[in-house]
């Protein structure tokens, strides 16, 4: 049984079609039935939910929850991965989904974050950014080819995916005939759920990929974040070892790319319904920066990783004990209105800057933030600009949305061009 607008009470089963369809509408349920409640996700493990802004942001930055249940003293490396386990998936596949940046803590995240913080620079963000308006650019000229004369086109596939998916590619070093390789590995890796049976050949094959790109740079360094990390690597006494580095990439490519396209598609959709908001950006451009912050605040991101408290602790009244999985619901805490004023609406004027959760907070502050708001940024300003009338062409309640593991994201988005 699953928690509903007639039973709140029940548990609050996170991948329920009802919070796919208005999760605005769920997190308001839910938040305002308590500050925490239990829940789970397709029938796994059960964990804590935590729904309000003060709370959710504690979660993510008071130490004492750890992102590595085996941190906990006396506790399991086991217990996320229940679903994994009961779906048979083998182990050394579990393996290589364990220990990405986001599941260590302390001074062993704080060294990988260091690492990958050298590489992956600020200034090779900004760097970026000529290129990402010329990809842009060229995703528009096609697009408006695709949608000549009246012609339907989906956003999602021809400009969401793409723009995000070419960036980062470029970015980490992925030669371009290797990426319908990474597009197909990436659409079986974020909804592993859904292709349980390809998981073990999929892991296999990029890790193998991975490691021959690396063995590459090693020999011939060029100008990506690869050869950056072999770099780093080598300066810093080989401690970054090459399953390491496999497994950064790996995160990298894939936190980056899915996420960056829910933005985009989650914000066109979003300024197609507030026309009000959408002039207001057309009348001032320089308010991109700003409004991005805003629409990051209402979407894609549901909730984060997983905490889990190093000791028995307080919260929302509950007492939750050492070890037990503790899941804070961002989206929730985003709309709270405990924090933001009418928080369920759109206002590309509001001074949201980073108080949202949308990235997280705290030490696993997304690393690819920066990255993310500038992509999103470029792409919709020039969509926008280019395409002055374009609309949807299908119904609203014919766009298919989809929740992946913490995100929910447009599937399709049908426009018409002008
Ligand atoms: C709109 C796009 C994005 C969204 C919504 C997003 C969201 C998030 C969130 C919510 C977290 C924190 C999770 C938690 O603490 O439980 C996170 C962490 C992370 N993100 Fe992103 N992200 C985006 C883009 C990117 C990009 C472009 C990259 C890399 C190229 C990236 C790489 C990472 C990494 C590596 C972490 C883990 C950091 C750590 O544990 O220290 N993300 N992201």
């Known amino acids: 049984m699953t928690a509903t607008a007639e039973n709140p009470a029940a548990p609050v089963d996170l991948f329920s079609p009802e919070l796919v369809a208005d999760p605005f509408a769920a997190h308001a349920r839910m938040r305002e039935q308590a500050p925490v409640l239990t829940g789970s996700m397709m029938g ?12 959710v942001r504690r979660v993510l930055t008071d130490p004492q929850f750890l992102n ?3 941190s906990v003293r006396g506790g399991s490396s086991d217990s996320r991965f229940t679903v994994m386990k009961r779906l048979n998936i083998p182990s050394d596949v579990v393996d290589y989904l364990s220990g990405k940046l986001i599941e260590i803590d302390g001074a062993d995240h704080r060294r990988l974050r260091r690492l990958i913080s050298r590489a992956f620079t600020a200034r090779r963000v900004s760097g970026l950014r000529p290129r990402v308006e010329e990809i842009t650019a060229t995703l528009l000229d096609r697009l408006a080819e695709a949608g000549r004369d009246g012609k339907p086109v989906d956003l999602m596939e021809s400009f969401c995916f793409q723009l995000p998916a070419t960036v980062i590619s470029e970015l980490v070093g992925i030669d371009e005939a290797d990426r319908p390789d990474w597009y197909a590995w990436g659409r079986v890796l974020m909804a592993p759920m859904e292709h349980v049976e390809r998981l073990p050949t999929v892991f296999r094959e990029c890790a193998d990929h991975l490691l021959d790109v690396i063995a ?11 050869t950056a990390l072999v770099q780093a690597q080598e300066d810093d006494g080989d401690r970054l070892s090459d399953r390491e580095m496999v497994k950064l990439v790996f995160t990298l490519v894939l936190a980056g790319y899915e996420t960056t396209m829910n933005l985009i598609g989650n ?3 979003a300024l197609l319904e507030n026309p009000d908001q959408l002039a207001l950006l057309r009348a001032d451009p320089s308010r991109w920066p700003q409004a991005v912050q805003e629409l990051m605040r209402l979407g894609p991101t549901q909730f984060g ?4 408290p190093a000791e028995d602790v307080e919260l929302g009244g509950v007492t939750i004990p050492a070890g037990a999985p503790v899941l804070p619901l961002i989206l929730s805490a985003n709309t709270d209105p405990r924090k933001f004023d009418d928080p369920e609406r759109l206002d590309v004027g509001r001074e949201t800057g980073t108080g949202h959760l949308g990235f997280g907070q705290g030490a696993h502050y997304c690393l690819g933030a920066p990255l993310a708001l500038q992509v999103a940024e470029v792409a919709l300003h020039a969509l926008f600009a280019r395409f002055p009338d374009m609309s949807l062409a299908a119904g609203r309640e014919e766009i298919p949305w989809v929740l992946r593991t913490g995100f ?7 426009l018409r061009l002008g």
């Open 44 to 55: 796994g493990t059960p964990m804590w939910l935590v729904t309000r802004y003060d709370d």
């Open 68 to 70: 590595n249940p085996a």
């Open 216 to 226: 590459r740079r090693r020999a011939e360094p060029r100008d990506d974040l690869v």
């Open 267 to 269: 914000s066109v959709l």
């Open 305 to 308: 990783n997983p905490r889990y």
């Open 408 to 414: 929910t994201a447009v599937a399709q988005l049908p």
